[in-house]
């Protein structure tokens, strides 16, 4: 099943998606909808209003989750290019609601950075509370997976030892189209992933690459906080990215960032200059 958060003349409405229609499931995006105990069959069952899929405005997956995680340095071969040693436990740092984007939005490029780069990533939502728990706890709360795009801002991440300035922009972050749960991709253990600029392959791996599972992660995260439904995190991403390249690469206004996961979906958005 694929889950979506639409923009209507309305607002917002979480849909699921069949065939070439987005069906209306009663709930305002994907985070309320999974936030009921019965999402699974209340979303299989909806059937409101129908809306073309080929023309529908999507919203962020989750448009306002609780908690939105990333891991940093999680595919064995960015480790590597980075010049680093594999860690013994996720590297984590967070995002807020406001830096997330639709699948198709155009990512802003703004005045004041001029390191703009991609990361293309695996990401998933929580679809039940998870407090402190197993590994096999953990992946039975993962609702599905999702497409990301960890945009970072490099000469703002690299300012201090600590990530978040690079990281939380405003209106940086695409994740989407939908949710696809885990009976279509299972626990999403080897999905192709690649990023591409202005139709140029910049990334290209495997998830079987990543050195901490979704399961993994969630166990992690929720022995220091309660993961609740509709909750973000981002799994990393693979080597290829414009800083650790030579010479280094960045985006401009103007190109196009396409950000594919095998059986999941993809983002499509274009950069455009920050306005006056």
Request: with cysteine.
């Amino acid at each position: 099943m694929k889950l979506a958060t639409i923009r209507t003349a309305d607002g917002t409405a979480a849909v699921r998606v069949d065939g070439d229609q987005a069906v209306e499931t009663g709930a305002q995006d994907v985070v309320s909808l999974l936030r009921r105990d019965d999402w699974r069959t209340y979303a299989a069952a909806a059937d409101g209003r129908r809306h073309d899929l080929h023309t529908v405005e999507y919203a962020p997956v989750v448009p306002s989750p609780s908690k939105i995680f990333c891991v940093g340095l999680n595919y064995r071969t960015h480790i590597l290019e980075m010049g680093r040693e594999l860690p013994s436990h996720p590297s984590l740092f967070a995002k807020f609601a406001n830096c997330l984007l639709g699948a198709r939005d155009d990512i802003t490029h703004p005045s004041n950075t001029e390191q703009l780069d991609w990361e293309a990533e695996l990401g998933f939502v929580i679809g039940a509370r998870l407090r402190r728990a197993t590994k096999e706890e953990a992946a039975r709360a993962i609702a599905g997976y999702t497409v990301v795009n960890d945009i970072s801002m490099r000469d703002w991440q690299w300012r201090t030892p600590e990530w978040l300035q690079g990281k939380a922009w405003e209106a940086s972050t695409p994740a989407g189209p939908w949710l696809v749960t885990g009976d279509e991709v299972g626990d999403a253990a080897d999905l192709e992933i690649r990023c591409e600029v202005d139709g140029t392959v910049m990334q290209r791996s495997r998830t079987s690459d990543l050195l901490f599972t979704p399961a993994d992660i969630a166990a992690y995260i929720s022995q220091f906080t309660t993961l609740e439904p509709g909750d973000l995190v981002a799994t990393g991403t693979p080597g290829g990215v414009g800083a650790a390249r030579d010479p280094k690469v960045f985006l401009r206004p103007g190109q196009v960032v396409r950000t594919v996961v095998e059986g999941v979906g993809e983002c499509v958005n274009t950069v455009v200059e920050e306005k006056a």
